[in-house]
């Protein structure tokens, strides 16, 4: 029977008399079918009933944040702390009172941090333990808000690694206190004793910040196919990407430079370039009770996109290709391969069509410096940029090299 309002004495009756149910054969009186459980009037217990927050948002955006707390005690609890802290901060306290049994939805409006984070929301009714409760494992709840700060990067404005933090909380223990007992030994006499009790509905959490760290890494490469000997007196159909290395081998030589960094004016070549992406992400959360702390998941990807400007020998710009993700590679940590786009494929004399990946350089176009530079754009949590520059030395035309058929103009 739940007792009425007001009343703490509970009872549970075994084939009671009258019943429509009754087992009338049971022998009477029946004086142990009745239990009886009269719960203490000073028996308090709060509860934080839930915790609701936003799982993203962005940075300095403001955000409602909802509680809902709970009275499960029998009597009204008066000047009840409740108290929302984001990762080790107060950031609000407030005290109420509660009828017995009563449930409180609350709110309020937090502004996620001006930069890149994973915030740590929580809420504790009571966190102070002054007013004496039977459970206080149920006072605490907590999650996570990952703050994003997209922030528009440029050659002028580059990040190459970034470290942050995360509080997880742990259950470390449990409180104890001391209790004293006694029994009586064979000659009639009191032994008295004392003994520790665990309070496994008391745990102790405590807060551990852990830093991670990521990194965005790159390498460029270039290819002009120059550095393969070639002889001008005796062609071959195999000579057509290295046509100039006739003169370009020796040349580099004499100047201790990489033939395959340089070419024609008119001609190709090749641009590589190999990205690292590197996280330590959840490699260190820390080990509590009860399966505590646990993993916030996720994972974070490498760069978005590279590209590659071209400059001319004077320096004027002439275009910016996209180069594309090898399918082999990284989508996440890890190297990934990002090359030139194919171009229309075309058709030689003997019929082969031939399919590359280069950029050309104009026929027209002066000795001296050609400049790519790479944009390694926007990879992992704190969107990762770098810029890398590398150099083709233009040395000379493609009409030096007109003793086999000659790539198209316009190629």
Request: net charge negative.
């Amino acid at each position: 029977e739940v007792p009425a309002a007001g009343k703490l004495l509970y009872q549970a009756t075994i084939n009671p008399i009258g019943h429509e149910a009754e087992i009338k054969e049971e022998i009477k009186p029946r004086l142990d079918n009745t239990a009886e459980y009269e719960l203490k009037k000073n028996a308090f217990d709060l509860e934080v009933v839930s915790l609701v927050v936003p799982s993203q948002t962005t940075a300095e955006k403001i955000e409602s944040i909802h509680t809902t707390i709970k009275n499960n005690s029998a009597v009204e609890v008066s000047a009840v702390l409740i108290q929302w802290k984001a990762d080790t901060t107060i950031i609000k306290e407030e005290k109420l009172t509660f009828m017995p049994g009563e449930s409180k939805p609350l709110s309020f409006t937090w502004r996620a941090p001006d930069q890149e984070a994973i915030v740590k929301l929580s809420v504790t009714v009571n966190p102070q333990q002054t007013i004496k409760e039977t459970n206080y494992a149920n006072n605490f709840q907590y999650k996570f808000v990952n703050v994003h700060n997209f922030v528009e990067r440029s050659c002028q404005d580059t990040l190459e690694a970034v470290s942050w933090e995360v509080t997880y909380p742990i259950i470390t223990g449990y409180h104890t206190h001391e209790e004293n007992d006694c029994t009586m030994d064979k000659e009639g006499k009191p032994c008295c004793y004392s003994y520790t009790v665990t309070e496994y509905d008391n745990p102790i959490w405590e807060d551990v910040t852990v830093t991670y760290h990521e990194s965005l890494s790159a390498q460029v490469s270039v290819n002009t196919k120059q550095g393969v000997p070639t002889d001008p007196k005796n062609p071959r159909p195999a000579d057509r990407e290295s046509r100039g290395s006739w003169e370009i081998i020796p040349y580099a030589q004499k100047q201790g430079l990489d033939p395959n960094e340089i070419t024609r004016a008119g001609y190709g070549f090749e641009v590589t370039v190999e990205t690292t992406y590197e996280n330590d992400w959840e490699t260190k959360v820390p080990t509590g009770l009860e399966d505590t702390a646990r993993p916030i998941g996720g994972t974070f990807s490498g760069p978005t996109g590279v590209y590659a400007e071209f400059y001319d020998t004077n320096k004027h710009f002439v275009q910016e290709v996209a180069l594309e993700r090898t399918p082999e590679s990284s989508l996440g940590k890890g190297k990934a391969t990002w090359v030139l786009p194919q171009l229309p494929p075309y058709r030689l004399k003997s019929g082969e069509f031939v399919y590359e990946r280069k950029h050309y350089t104009d026929e027209d176009v002066k000795d001296g410096e050609y400049l790519i530079r790479i944009r390694v754009e926007y990879a992992g949590k704190n969107n990762l940029y770098i810029c890398l520059l590398k150099k083709v030395l233009i040395w000379g035309s493609m009409y030096d090299d007109i003793y086999t058929t000659p790539v198209p103009r316009g190629r």
